[in-house]
């Protein structure tokens, strides 16, 4: 079983940034999909990005250009770095981690991730 734990959520104004991170309990698999989900109240679940083991990202066209998924992480940790946020970028924010890499993107649904964070909340405001 592993543990994600997100964190670096928090309350910005619109044009800041946030880096969110996602801690993994173990590290005992060599390949990997991480997404980057976030969800309103009312609304569903949306993926953001996803990386693989293989360093590729994939960003959804709401993100693209201003969120990254760094690579100078420290192990069993993947983060989010949050660009030029906007007040529509309010959500909590979640990480999920799967160990097949096929089709790995932010079109992936939550429900095809195996292990599932409890999610950080990022609030933006005008």
């Known amino acids: 079983q592993v543990q994600l734990v997100e964190s670096g959520g928090g309350s910005?104004?619109?044009g800041g940034s946030l880096r969110l991170s996602c801690a993994a309990s173990k590290?005992?698999?060599r390949t990997y999909?991480?997404?980057w989900f976030r969800q309103v109240p009312g609304k569903e679940r949306?993926?953001?990005a996803a990386i693989?083991?293989?360093g590729n990202s994939r960003y959804a066209g709401s993100v693209?250009?201003?969120f990254t998924i760094p690579q100078d992480n420290a192990k069993n940790t993947q983060s989010l770095q949050m660009n030029n946020l906007k007040p529509e970028d309010t959500a909590m924010y979640y990480c999920a981690a799967r160990i097949s890499t096929q089709n790995c993107s932010p079109d992936l649904l939550v429900h095809t991730y195996?292990?599932?964070g409890q999610g950080t909340q990022v609030?933006?405001?005008s």
Do not use: H, I, L, P
Request: proline share 0%.
């Open 46 to 48: 949306e993926g953001v």
């Open 52 to 54: 693989d083991s293989d």
């Open 27 to 29: 590290d005992s698999y």
């Open 64 to 66: 693209k250009g201003r």
């Open 123 to 125: 609030t933006v405001s």
């Open 33 to 35: 999909c991480m997404g």
């Open 12 to 14: 910005v104004q619109a």
């Open 114 to 116: 195996t292990w599932r």
